[in-house]
């Protein structure tokens, strides 16, 4: 499996760690009336699309970029790969 | 009988051999198999379940029956396809799966028996019982069918791994192959071309005609230099995104291959596009019989014939429904063979001088241990002939399992009488050449089963036959793929090469059902059978994974440390001296040294991160629970970082070098993934924060200086003053030794001592190591491992690994006042769930005059040991040389109701049942006194 | 009085076979440099003016220090780096002196060394050009020097372990061509 890592290029997966969906990009206000609720949502709840999902991986054996790499789950297919610092949340 | 009629293609070079113990000589360029044909060794094993005498059908690595065990001892390899192991000077082969002798065999009794041993045989018969499955019934089975044997040996090859890149890369060197490379290398790409076989050529070489334009072809390719040819290497497997894996055999062919050269390599060659020209093979038409050694293939009885120059028998007869026959048959005639010709088909052209049988077919053969006649059946009558050898010519079947691996699906083509590939490709790779059918297209009946007894071999490496998938079916076995796993038609090293196209050819006709309704089961990596080892690569005993060694690694090899292996690291664990002969009096005696004199210890391994930039401080109190905004520079304080589930994930202290310069520190366990989870707080939650990571765990060399005399021995060491008022518990500083070697010392302590820890760049670190120990010798200064450093961190009650353990909140570690309610912090939501909150789980401390083990329950006095009177668990124990008994850490449930009370430890696996007492976790020094002084 | 002193990152770093020759570097300076927020083009400047350009993230600089791409906005600098005490107060910079070693590769049996321990492409650490990345599980660069000719820079723990991990892929190239 490759990622195309948007500054590096095509780079191998094993030099990535996954960490999960990219929802987690939006982190909820701690200090909102629904803190609660929104932080188990958060924590707890995925989509589990079949088809493109947007998930988080990380360049541990690069240069430790966390990317955004949308990701078709039927194909494998990777369609897309942004710097998760870049994506807006 | 078989013999060599010319040196074919191969030439005449003479090469020796052995064979069951028996000499023999063939030609370099031979395979074991044309070796033995040529010799007139037809027999080459016993089949897997009857025992049935087997001899070999194709010339390829599709090859089901002809396996043999090469070499012996370290090198023994078992289930070697004869028929590509290329022949070497002294090659030793044995043939497997027989007892006395292949000649005569024991176990061909179950042959006799073959009436009863069908398809669910053992799972219907060796039910009662139950209990004797895994312990009698099974072992016998096992040790009666079978392959061949592992030496039991560790191997004592090496092997290689590698990593290839090429824009195209071309599997098969067959005639499709060759041109596809040498048009993709016009193009300007980059190639990679891999042929299992030792010479390039296909199928090409094992015909008559001469091979000038595959030898042009090949010449052409060998001169470019964007062309990497690769030979003995098989594409076994394709993966995602346009990744391959591929195996090159470096030395199986060499009779003395280099000492160190490894025997494989692995190579995982990465190529937008591929080419898959990987050819056909031929299949069998189920008769009776149809597994006697002398029945092959017609294009094996061909090739072998052509190719290696070898006539597999005087009297040669080829049954087809297909027009490759004929090649067999004209080819054979020409070489002075008496040729018999049988062929389902009503018309084709005849051969001047064959006698030809035509609407007929073979329906069963006879011969022992080779082939002695053939029984044919034409226009309603049956009647055998002589003849010594048999080729089958039962169509082709295209090699397109590669297609397969990633889901792809074969679909069935009435054209070229074979499954291709379907439209679902793996990305990147186009399929030419015989692989996609081309050249199969002929004029071909389709024709499968013809036998009168259904004792027709489909799989004949799985024993197999046509009534065990009448049987199956007639159980309700229809899908192909329970058919599979209830006969294991296909599951054998071949991977059902031979056998998947005939076994549903056969379902098609017995249900009447259009063969492409019957279905096909995939393909799955790898293409032929790869060693083990191959797959482990380089990475072999010390090689297996990397050791990371602590900068005082020499001193304490010196000192004759224990070593113990925590993740990567070695670290020292004892330093046992002259006279102590038990581990536990090392340790007691580095744990006394620490609480009454003065102890060192390498703690490099805690993880250490590097935190700059304008919100460096704004960041750690994001990281952390607790607060670090107003943490003064030359502070140190503890942090406690929680997962956003509110579980605690890590522990650690924070070091304020200067306003925006932060020294944090990790357990050494989750150096890493605090390190990952710190640039996805700051990539993915803040990155508009000015903060700067690195870490730097491999460059300080860090000593714990620990004991009532630390502050007199660091004195002789740091240039600074160190009094309790200059500084004081939790102070920091950058600051140099007294020889000018920059240095850090934090006034932190582990062990519940006065204690400091030092840090200077790495490679002093053994030379610090040495010069504190010596310049601290009158001090009683004691280096100490991390045995010793666990028994003092439980005498004082921390937490460390064993606590944070995954479970557990800071309410039950006891420090819930610690998550900060007044900022916000990663898990602090969650943490105040009330299920988390309320949580009367807390760490304790348990005494006892016996040894309490690590992993425990606790059960209170008079209650059964079930796990529903469990009030909790014990996380760390040791004995303690302080107190003079054993001591642990550990969880319960209401701990305040429980301390002072007497309680259970048991462990059901170890057998342990020890009576503790409940107290508080801090067992020295509660108050932290001694921290102050 | 005492005087501590350097420990080299391996006692025995050396190897040499007919096609190439494996070399542990000495103890070396380095150090990591991140510009702070919106400092990267006062940073970039000036180093410009000393003539050096910042490299992008697949490059190196090889003269008259090793500028090494760590991640997003940091760089490895190792040798003798210019003075940057003009632009203190723009920059973080971390002592990585120790963090690494060094082992320098050469010859033309160099490509097929490689080839065994990288998966990245040959192009990414040819002449000028850096790749970061895992060789055995271990984090490493490899550094195009020249033609034939590479530095790798390993974790300093690990020396050893990378050392054996080049050596033995230098033993199968020397072998599989005597074969």
Redesign the interface.
Known sequence: MLINHPLLGLRDAQEFVYKGDASLLQRPQYDSDNALDAFTNYAYLRSNPAGLHQELWYHEQGDRSWLVVTRNTLTHEIVNVELASEVDA | MSRRVSPGRIGKKPVNFSFDGRSFQGYAGDTLASALLANDQMLLGRSFKYHRPRGLITLGSEEPNALVTIGSGARQTPNTRATTQELYEGLSASSQNRYPSLKFDLLSVNDRLSRFLTAGFYYKTFMWPRSFWESVYEPLIRRAAGLGKLSEVEDADQYDKGFLHCDCLVIGGGIAGLEAALEAAHQGKAVILCDENPRLGGMELFDSAPIDSVEGLIKELQSLSNVRLMSRTTVQGAFDHGVYSALTQNTDHLAQPHKAAPRQTLWRIYSSEAVLASGAHERMIAFDNNDRPGVMLSSALRGYLNYFGVLAGDTCAVFGCHDDARKTVVDLHAAGAKVIWIDTRSAHEPVDGVQCFTDARVVDTRGRHRLKGIEIEQGGERFWLPCDALGVAGGWNPRVQLTCHQGGRPRWSNDVGGFISGTDLPPGMRVVGAAAGEYLRGNWSPVWDVSKRGSAFVDPQNDVTVKDIKLAHQEGFISVEHLKRYTTLGMATDQGKNANTLGIGVLSQHTGNAIESVGTTLFRPPYTPVAIGALAGRARGKAFKPTRLTPSHEFATRQGASFVTVGNWLRAAYFPQAGETHWRESVDREALAVRNAVGVCDVTTLGKIDVQGRDAAQFLNLVYANGFLKLPVGKTRYGLMLREDGIVFDDGTAARLSENHFVVTTTTANAVPVYRHMEFVHQCLAPNLDVHLISTTESWAQFAVAGPRSRELLQRIVDLEISNEAFGFMACAETRLLDGTPARLFRISFSGELAYELAVPARFGNSLMQTLLEVGADLGATPYGTEALGVLRIEKGHAAGNELDGRTTAVNLGLGQMVAQTKDSIGRVLANRDLLANSTLRLVGFRSDQQILTGSWLIPPGRSSEQDNTLGWVSSACYSPNLGCYIAIGFISDADQYLGAQLRAVSLLDKVDVGVSVVSPHFIDPEGERLRV | ?????????L?NGDFHSPLCRLTLLP?LARL?L?P??GELGRTREFFQKVGIELPG??DAVLSPCLIL??????WLLQGEWPDLEPINELI?T???????CGFQLAGSGGPAVL????????QSYSCGRAV???I????CWVVGLDNNEWQILG????????F??LK??A??V???L??
């Open positions: 009085m005492f005087k501590l002193t350097e420990s080299p990152a006692y103890n990591s991140a702070m927020n993230p697949t791409p760590l991640g997003r906005g940091q973080c971390t002592d990585q002196s120790d963090a690494w080839e065994r321990l990288v998966a990245a492409a040959p970061r990345t895992q055995e599980h271990l984090g974790p300093r723990s690990s020396a050893e372990s990378l054996v991990a033995h892929a033993l199968a020397d072998a599989l005597q074969n």
